[in-house]
């Protein structure tokens, strides 16, 4: 999976709400989502990002996902922000 990108990112939003704030305000540049997170938040995320125009990447692992983002509990959700 793409975990390798998430743990090389300079930058990341960890969690649904701070997913949402980096997607919303435009400092995303791609989206990761665990399949294995609930999906009436992660439905949300999607959603916004297709809105957005920022891509989704389907990660299966929250666990795994958290710790690629260097935190010791899983993340449904993360994002790269873009350089700025």
């Known amino acids: 999976m793409s ?8 930058e990341l939003a960890i969690g649904i709400n701070q997913t949402i704030k980096a997607v919303e305000h435009s400092f995303a540049q791609e989206v990761y989502v665990a399949e294995d997170a609930d999906k009436r938040l992660t439905n ?3 959603l916004l990002c297709k809105e957005k125009g920022v891509p989704v990447i389907y990660v299966d692992s929250m666990k795994r996902l958290g710790r690629a983002c260097g935190i010791d ?3 449904a959700a993360a994002a790269i922000k ?3």
Do not use: L, M, Q, T
């Open 3 to 10: 975990y390798e990108k998430v743990e090389r990112a300079k």
């Open 44 to 46: 949300k995320i999607a």
């Open 73 to 75: 509990v899983g993340a």
């Open 82 to 84: 873009k350089s700025s």
